[in-house]
Nanobody, 113 residues
Framework: QVQLVESGGGLVQAGGSLRLSCTVS????????IGWYRQAPGKQRDLVAQVSTSGVTNYADSVKGRFTISRDNAKNTVYLQMNSLKAEDTAVYYCHLEFHGLWGQGTQVTVSS
């Protein structure tokens, strides 16, 4: 059974940084485009960033220039480096394997202003 395990969330002050990781068990990682999504209380889950199997990236306008997504196929891991964090970045962050439609359990990011 494939598992997606996210880590790296926590509480940080505005202006600070966090790096999220999502490690995928099994051999399907390299076949998937991967997205990081986030969901704040009472809001829908929105795409934050994507990285394709070939490494092409895409970002939501709200995080461009502050967040960087990357992947390491040798480690079956995708990262989300988040800099210059704002209070509005507070949410549960999920990684998503898009071809297989699989989600991680989520990791909470809280940014205090």
């Amino acid at each position: 059974q494939v598992q997606l395990v996210e880590s790296g969330g926590g509480l940080v002050q505005a202006g600070g940084s966090l790096r999220l990781s999502c490690t995928v068990s099994g051999s399907i990682f390299r076949f998937n485009n991967i997205g990081w999504y986030r969901q704040a209380p009472g809001k829908q889950r929105d795409l934050v960033a994507q990285v394709s199997t070939s490494g092409v990236t895409n970002y939501a306008d709200s995080v461009k220039g502050r967040f960087t997504i990357s992947r390491d196929n040798a480690k079956n891991t995708v990262y989300l480096q988040m800099n210059s964090l704002k209070a509005e970045d507070t949410a549960v962050y999920y990684c998503h394997l898009e071809f297989h439609g699989l989600w991680g359990q989520g990791t909470q990011v809280t940014v205090s202003s």
